[in-house]
Nanobody, 125 residues
C-alpha cells in the first residue's frame, strides 16, 4: 500500500530556501511519476513540479521555473522539492502525489492517484 509522507515545510523569509521531502513506504515508488502540488488559502490546488520515474523528465509551473528544483532518489523512495528565492505568493500547503504514469509528467491532479497529507510553507515578506 502506498503511503506518502511529506516533511520540510515551515516559515521562511522572502528570498530564503526550503527543501521538501516526500517518502513513500510502498513498493511501487520507483516505477511511477511523482509531483508536487500546492494549495493557497481560498484557491484551488495547482501543479508545481513533477518528475518521471527515472528522473530524466521534469516539468515545472511557469511561476516556479528557475527557482524550484524537483528530484528523486529511488533507492530511498523519496522525492524532493528544493525551493529557492521564495516569495510570499509561494505560501501554501504543499502536497506530493504519485501518478500511475511512468514516462510523462502530467499537470492535472486527476492523473495522480495517491496523495500525501500536505506540509505548510509560509513565506513572510
Amino acid at each position: 500500500q502506498v503511503q506518502l509522507v511529506e516533511s520540510g515545510g515551515g516559515l521562511v523569509q522572502a528570498g530564503g530556501s526550503l527543501r521538501l521531502s516526500c517518502a513513500d513506504s510502498g513498493r511501487t515508488f520507483s516505477t511511477y511519476t511523482m509531483a508536487w502540488f500546492r494549495q493557497a488559502p481560498g484557491k484551488g490546488r495547482e501543479f508545481v513540479a513533477g518528475v518521471n520515474w527515472s528522473g530524466g523528465i521534469t516539468n515545472y509551473a511557469d511561476s516556479v521555473k528557475g527557482r524550484f528544483t524537483i528530484s528523486r532518489d529511488n533507492a530511498k523512495n523519496t522525492v524532493y522539492l528544493q525551493m529557492n528565492s521564495l516569495k510570499p505568493e509561494d505560501t501554501a500547503v504543499y502536497y506530493c502525489a504519485l501518478s500511475r504514469r511512468m514516462f510523462s509528467v502530467e499537470v492535472s491532479e486527476n492523473e495522480y492517484t495517491y496523495w500525501g497529507q500536505g506540509t505548510q510553507v509560509t513565506v513572510s515578506s
